[in-house]
């Protein structure tokens, strides 16, 4: 069955870095696309960065130029380096495959547990 295990997660210091890893499992991981989702308490989930099966990659413009996306086909994995660090990045980082290329659209078909991001 399909596993979404992410990582990486943590607190950190304004202007800080972080890199999320999120591990897939139970399907053909080039054949997906892959994403990095967002959600502060009392807030809607929000995209924040995709790369799909071509690895052309799309980014929220709130995080462009900090954040980026990337995968290793070879160890299943996709990766969300974080740098600069604000306040509002603060939140819950979700890992998400779907076989259409969503890009940031919210209808991926599975989803990880999620990792807590905190900046302060």
């Known amino acids: 069955h399909v596993q979404l295990v992410e990582s990486g997660g943590g607190l950190v210091q304004p202007g800080g870095s972080l890199r999320l890893s999120c591990a897939a499992s139970g399907f053909t991981f080039d054949d997906y696309a892959m994403a990095w989702f967002r959600q502060a308490p009392g807030k809607e989930r929000e995209g924040v960065a995709a790369?799909?099966?071509?690895?052309?990659?799309t980014y929220t413009y709130a995080v462009q130029g900090r954040f980026t996306i990337s995968k290793d086909s070879a160890k299943n994995t996709v990766y969300l380096q974080m740098n600069n660090l604000k306040t509002e990045d603060t939140a819950t980082y979700y890992c998400a495959a779907d076989s259409v290329n969503l890009h940031l659209a919210r209808w991926y078909t599975y989803w990880g547990q999620g990792t807590q991001v905190t900046v302060s």
């Open positions: 790369i799909d099966t071509a690895g052309y990659t």
